[in-house]
C-alpha cells in the first residue's frame, strides 16, 4: 500500500501504478484533465509511464463546460490546454 494526496485528501493506494492507470481505475478520461504531480504538470502523452510512488500530491484539474453558451465546447477545451501548457512552459523557466 502507498500513501498519495489527492487533490488535498489523504488516499491509499494498493500499489504504485502509472498515472494512466490511475485515471482509469477512478474512471476519469485523460483528455477532459489536467495533472499536477508534485507541483510538476504532466503532459499527457506521458501519464503511461508516470508512475505514482509514496507521498506523490496529484492535482486533477478538470475542464468544465458552463451554461448556454453559444460557442462549442472544444473552444473552451482548447483554452483549457493552452493555458496548462502556458502554466507548464512557466514552471521550466
Do not use: C, W
Amino acid at each position: 500500500m502507498i500513501k498519495v494526496t489527492l487533490n488535498g485528501k489523504a488516499e491509499t493506494l494498493e500499489k504504485s501504478v502509472s498515472l494512466a492507470d490511475l485515471l482509469r481505475a477512478k474512471k476519469i478520461r485523460p483528455e477532459v484533465v489536467t495533472v499536477e504531480l508534485n507541483d510538476q504538470i504532466i503532459e499527457r502523452d506521458k501519464y503511461p509511464k508516470t508512475v505514482i510512488k509514496e507521498n506523490d500530491r496529484l492535482e486533477f484539474v478538470y475542464y468544465m463546460g458552463g451554461g448556454g453558451s453559444t460557442q462549442p465546447t472544444n473552444v473552451g477545451f482548447a483554452h483549457h490546454l493552452q493555458l496548462s501548457r502556458t502554466i507548464l512552459s512557466e514552471r521550466k523557466k
